[in-house]
């Protein structure tokens, strides 16, 4: 009987400490340098917005990332639904979910919202704060005002109607205006106990070493609550020391391996988690006078000429090919008719009614970057594009400059002098969203140094495309027009559109539950460590 | 003495002053701008004209150069650009780390250097001078960074007895002089060890072949003293040249490596430069290379200070 009662006990401790039952430490190594900025808006690029934005914060708007097998789209996040005033299509109107509190026990209302505008566009508050205004400002250009109706609804003007704003806001992480009183309002104090509404909360960190945050077990929403114990952040930048980091055990996770580890990872029965996700590869083509892309034949041949699947054996299978400027089974994919195939025989015909041929080949010089984010392995890479055209009789150039150079060449545009005469620039883009994904690189307002339409490209059909984005607030609707601009983007090979980045991830066999979503944000809650 | 002291220390202000402009000009003729690290790539022309206003970056060169100075003689290093935390407090950090590591590199270089110096210049022209050279030689000529490389795939990888990256478990947070910690420095220092060891070894070698051939070691001998004996007094006549060696040695490794420190993310100076050259951090740069530069300067001080104490006819020099 005693040891019936033993066992009882002891079954019954058991199944009630099972909820609670440690579920492990995951560690993982990032590619940043240092620790992102912890107060609501990250620096260090999507990678941070991915480890200190979407753990710690949540915006307005946010992304499903639920699911790896189809694109992430938006859903309510600290608003519960937004709509824009039938007569007035600056006018929006954001309910405010109820009952939601900051880490600090604070309760969000459509005030602390407010605050949180003003934090970033009202140079003059005090609560404004230079750091994340620099990260934030950028990624809500519609906004032009906003005020507290009642606690629980917030209103928003924009400059203009403007279809994209909940994609805008989606960038905009909330944070606790209380706790930033409990800091002595000062930035740098609350960096270091930052307050926001997330799965995650900062238990510590320490700069450029590590950054510890575990499970926020009173979120709103009961299905991002984390399963894990802790998560620790380690900056490792180095992709070798990365990789090794993970081989010896030091951590579980890494982003990014480096791409000749991946083969040697994987037979060591490393998991190697890769997804397509919004990222392209490309040879930003310039509009300027005198660039041979100008001819759409060109463009064209030189589409036709790059061997997608040779490449991809070169990158070990860590790419996806291009078919659009969009990843394939993309939501604003739609049916382009020109196909992204390897066809020497049509580049060549296009290029010969263009004028070019054996007598007369074409020749031009393309700007590109040894190393940087998102370019991949551009070295190789573009020498193999270079082979690619030479077989259809364009002949490349290659001026290489340094990311950061890059960069500012890219602000400055193909007229400018830095450009040094090239009519094309790899580069590798961020398309989340329609500003990033479409807007911003042909958009004729957006010529630099107004914007980041490096090859001046304008077009009066794009244009009305692009403002129909803009005035389109059915969702449904919208994406109609976006699949419109996608099949203009390919069907006219406005880019030299080469590959996708697969989002290349190593974990430890010990990491389960992980779903990659197809986006730059990835939800760490549902994951669990094997003992 | 008084009057060399002061004329030296007064020589070092020209050449302090020669470092900084260096180290200003060198950081801004560099390609890249400073505030990619801190703006998003699309970020407005509007935007990066105020940023480049707040930091004063729109301002001449001399004057940029000016107020960083007067900042500095205050011992205000500025602000990170990347990180917005003060330089002086991440240096800081990253000084005592490198210390560290620079001191154990030191010390095992020194205590193999000097072993394989002495074993072959006493058994000069044996199989035993060609193997303790021979390692020397490697020493000196392998480069660092691929060793370290090896040996984390040998040591951490492979065998898996040491960790392969970071100062400390999960990611450092706080040193502390334990087994957990100090094991994360062992590989980096290992690594880092190789060169004084080669160049210790190699002068160590030639000192006690030197030395050997002196009458006094003869003399020795007639008086009946044992090999043992006379490796003693070998010893004893080597070990200031060698310690002299050693501490220049302490000092080129003080710098920290940027190769090492970055195979390892050791979070040391060298590393902390690499980041800050890759983020175009110009405060953070400007201010470890002066700090370092400034580090040799009152290194070559002291070391012509002690010289004239121990040789007065360094002063006539």
Partial sequence: MRRALQTLTAMTVLTLASPVLAQGTLRIGMTASDIPLTTGQPDQGGEGQRFMGFTLYDALVAWDLTRSDKPSGLIPGLATGWSVDANDKTKWTFRIREGVKFHDGSTLTADAVVWNFDKLLKSDAPQFDQRQASQGRSRIPAVASYRAVDPLTLEIITRAPDATLPYQLAWIGISSPAQWEKKGRNWQEVAKEPSGTGPWKLAGFTPRERAELVPNKDHWDKTRIPKLDKLILIPLPEPNARTAALRSGQVDWIEAPAPDAVPTLKSNGFQIVTNVYPHNWTWHFSSAEGSPWNDVRVRKAANLAVDREGLKELLGGLMVPAEGFMPPGHQWFGKPTFKLKRDLAEAKKLLAEAGYGPNKPLQTKILISPSGSGQMQPLPMNEFIQQNLAEAGIKIDFEVVEWNTLINIWRAGAKHESSRGATGMNYSYFIQDPFTGFIRHLQCNLQPPAGTNWGHYCDKEMESLFDQIRTTFDAEAQNKVLEKVHEKYVNEALFLMVTHDVNARAMSPKVKGFVQAQNWFQNFSSISMAP | ?317
């Fill in chain 2, 1 to 317: 003495m008084l009057s060399y002291i002061l004329k030296r220390l007064a020589l070092t202000i020209p050449v302090a002053f020669g470092v900084s402009i260096v180290c200003f000009m060198l950081v801004h003729i560099a390609p890249g701008d400073p505030l990619t690290s801190v703006l998003p790539p699309d970020a407005s022309a509007q935007l990066q004209a105020e940023m480049r206003k707040l930091y004063g970056f729109d301002r001449p060169l001399p004057v940029q150069y000016g107020l960083w100075v007067l900042k500095t003689l205050q011992g205000d290093l500025g602000v990170s650009i990347a990180t917005g935390r003060p330089v002086a407090s991440e240096l800081g950090k990253a000084l005592g780390n490198t210390l560290m590591l620079a001191v154990l590199a030191t010390m095992i270089g020194f205590l193999f250097g000097s072993l394989f110096g002495f074993v072959a210049g006493y058994f000069r022209d044996s199989w035993i001078d060609r193997l303790a050279s021979f390692v020397s030689i490697i020493g000196v000529s392998v480069p660092h960074y691929w060793l370290g490389m090896v040996l984390v795939i040998i040591f951490s990888v492979q065998l898996n007895w040491l960790p392969a990256t970071g100062a400390g478990p999960g990611g450092s947070a706080e040193w502390a002089w334990d087994w957990v910690h100090v094991r994360h420095l062992i590989l980096p220092a290992v690594t880092m060890s190789v060169i004084p060891m080669g160049i210790i070894a190699r002068t160590v070698r030639a000192l006690v072949a030197e030395i050997l051939s002196q009458e006094f070691v003869s003399g020795l001998r007639a008086k009946g003293l044992l090999d043992f004996g006379v490796f003693r007094h070998v010893v004893k006549n080597a070990a200031p040249t060698a310690l002299a060696v050693m501490g220049l040695q302490l000092g080129y490794l003080l710098g920290g490596s940027i190769l090492i420190e970055t195979v390892f993310s050791w979070p040391g100076t060298g590393f902390l430069l690499g980041q800050a050259i890759f983020q175009r951090d110009l405060p953070l740069l400007q201010g470890t290379i002066l700090v370092l530069a400034m580090f040799f300067v009152a290194l070559n001080l002291i070391v012509d200070i002690v010289q004239s104490m121990l040789d007065p006819r360094v002063q006539r020099a």
